[in-house]
């Protein structure tokens, strides 16, 4: 049992350039999520899924793409990069439970643009 | 502007000190959760309170949520040096979605 496997781990990336992260979870989770953390900003949700085939935008959507085809994984695009995407990016899968929505987080992918 | 505001930003303690980590709001949350952070990893969730007022412990961590389910506050007693990391709040208002604060950066010295 894996949980919440991100690739790749480390990108750097050319401006204008593009690149998807993939996420894979295998707990059989309805929601998965794309955030990017940056320092002293916490996690912001970027695009969120609520089921296969299913999307919608979180709160910094712009510039990034997502698709959800099979349940068990969440696709991050970056169309065209810039050096403001740089960050630190993280997949999260949940399920709704008595306690709410706990999320289950993946390693992180480290993206830099130049 | 963050949600969930997060104080202090940074705490530095001596090994066997106890701390207090503390996240406010002005909003209402259904339930509030804390996760933990190591460099280089994802965060992990602790734990999950839901009722306002509730209190729970997890070994040397107690965990509190407001009577008005606006903030929650995590104290460590006799902190170690593994307690050492960026802890997260988050909480969430009864969609799909959680809103985290900033963080605080916890360093336990030995």
């Known amino acids: 049992n894996a949980g919440v496997t991100q690739t790749p781990k480390f990108r750097v990336l050319k401006t204008g350039q593009s690149m998807t992260l993939l996420c894979a979870q295998d707990?059989?989770?309805?929601?998965m999520y794309w955030y990017r953390q940056d320092p002293g900003m916490g996690l912001r949700l970027i695009h969120y899924?609520?089921?296969?085939?299913?999307?919608a935008k979180g709160e910094v959507p712009d510039g990034y793409n997502v698709s959800r085809l099979k349940k068990q994984n969440f696709l991050l695009g970056l169309e065209s990069a810039a050096p403001s995407q740089t960050s630190v990016y993280f997949c999260?899968?949940?399920?709704?439970?008595?306690?709410?929505?706990?999320?289950?987080f993946g390693p992180g992918t480290r993206l830099t643009v130049l | 502007t963050q949600l969930l505001e997060q104080s202090p930003q940074f705490l530095s303690i001596q090994e066997g000190e106890n701390l207090t980590v503390y996240c406010n709001s002005s909003?209402?949350?259904?339930?509030l959760q804390w996760y933990r952070q190591e460099p280089g990893e994802g965060p992990v969730l602790l734990v999950t309170?839901?009722?306002?007022?509730e209190v729970k412990k997890l070994k040397r961590l107690t965990f509190q949520f407001g009577d008005a389910r606006k903030d929650s506050s995590l104290h460590i007693t006799a902190a170690q040096p593994g307690d050492t990391g960026l802890y997260l709040c988050?909480?969430?208002?009864?969609?799909?979605?959680?809103?985290f604060g900033a963080g605080t950066t916890v360093t336990v010295r030995a």
């Open positions: 309170v839901v009722t306002g007022g």
């Open positions: 899924s609520v089921g296969e085939g299913t999307t």
């Open positions: 909003s209402v949350f259904s339930s």
């Open positions: 988050a909480g969430a208002r009864g969609d799909y979605k959680l809103s």
């Open positions: 999260a899968s949940s399920s709704w439970t008595s306690n709410g929505n706990e999320q289950f």
């Open positions: 707990m059989n989770h309805e929601y």
